[in-house]
Nanobody
Framework: QVQVVESGGGLVQPGGSLRLSCAASGSIYRIYAMGWYRQAPGKQRELVASITSFGLTNYADSVKGRFTISRDNAKNTVFLQMNSLKSEDTADYYC???????????????WGQGTQVTVSS
């Protein structure tokens, strides 16, 4: 099985910064894309940022220029550096990892349990 664990959420004032981390562990043969999603109360879950195994990144328009996604392939970890945070960034943030658990097995997506980010003065 594959475990995905996020950390780094919390309460921050508007304009502040937070860094989220997500580590995948378990029966991992190869990791493809890694990404961060968020879900605010009463809203659908949305993609925040993603990164391929080659380092190609994709961002939601609402976070471009403020958030940076990166990964450490050796540690099966993905990060989300969030700067200039706004109240509308308040949400539960979820990590998603595309994992192949064996050479003859198709990759599947695995989710973390989520970490809460609250931007408020």
């Amino acid at each position: 099985q594959v475990q995905v664990v996020e950390s780094g959420g919390g309460l921050v004032q508007p304009g502040g910064s937070l860094r989220l981390s997500c580590a995948a562990s378990g029966s991992i043969y190869r990791i493809y894309a890694m990404g961060w999603y968020r879900q605010a109360p009463g809203k659908q879950r949305e993609l925040v940022a993603s990164i391929t195994s080659f380092g190609l990144t994709n961002y939601a328009d609402s976070v471009k220029g403020r958030f940076t996604i990166s990964r450490d392939n050796a540690k099966n970890t993905v990060f989300l550096q969030m700067n200039s945070l706004k109240s509308e960034d308040t949400a539960d943030y979820y990590c998603n990892v595309e994992v192949q658990v064996g050479t003859m097995v198709s990759p599947n997506n695995y989710w973390g349990q989520g970490t809460q980010v609250t931007v408020s003065s």
